[in-house]
């Protein structure tokens, strides 16, 4: 357990505050339509290239790193599991959004993933895609809908979840490599978020 007061972070990592969220019951959504041309689409069994891509494309500037660092097969175990539910924001064949639901826990649902690629935020489809994440969520047999957001989210991404029905439980901090040194994300990528290089 950490003790109160100020704690030095290793040059060359990340310290990461996450904060838990959940839902005990389903909420009233304020309907909202989808920004034109853009329709919810569910990718049955993706591929691990697919995947790859579009968890980049959404979560790049927030240095997403989870999926990105895992092998092929753990990977292709999870998105192929049939109670892993993967949908994204698609026009012309382009993603644009993407959400993960997990059910693979009796009774739950957990929101994995969520987020836009940049030309949709701002547009309202980050409201039209969490009514569906929750409407989803609920048609299954669960008691309990969470997720985690953490400070290499958007900002805006904790109120978000606030609004939207889900209440605050409990808080952590990871510390991690940071991907900008470690792996070699693009050094651009995060900018919310200092580098630190050993």
């Known amino acids: 357990m950490l003790s109160d007061g100020y704690h030095e972070v290793p040059r060359g990592k990340l310290a990461i505050v996450i ?8 909420v009233d ?13 569910r990718h049955t069994a993706p591929s691990v290239a697919w995947y790859r891509e579009i968890f980049h494309a959404v979560g790049q500037d927030w240095l997403w790193f989870g999926r990105a660092l895992m092998d092929d097969g753990a990977l292709a175990q999870i998105i192929e599991d049939p109670k892993v539910h993967i949908y994204t924001l698609q026009r012309d064949g382009i993603d644009g959004g993407l ?50 957001t953490c400070t290499l989210d958007s900002p805006q991404a904790l109120a978000f979840y606030r609004r939207t029905g889900f ?6 901090v990871e510390i991690a490599d940071d991907p900008r040194i470690a792996h070699g994300y693009d050094r651009s990528l995060g900018a919310h978020i200092p580098i630190f290089d050993p």
Not at 19 to 26: A, D, G, I, N, S
Not at 29 to 41: D, H, I, N
Not at 167 to 172: A, D, R
């Open 29 to 41: 959504v304020r309907p909202v339509t989808p920004p034109a041309g853009w329709e919810l689409v």
């Open 99 to 148: 959400v993960e639901l997990d059910f693979r826990t009796a009774g739950q649902c957990e929101l994995v993933y969520f987020g836009l690629t940049r030309p949709l935020i701002g547009s309202g489809a980050g409201r039209f895609l969490m009514n569906n994440a929750i409407e989803l969520a609920w048609a299954q047999a669960i008691t309990r809908f969470h997720l985690n």
């Open 167 to 172: 209440v605050p439980v409990s808080q952590k």
């Open 19 to 26: 904060t838990t969220l959940e839902m005990r019951q389903p």
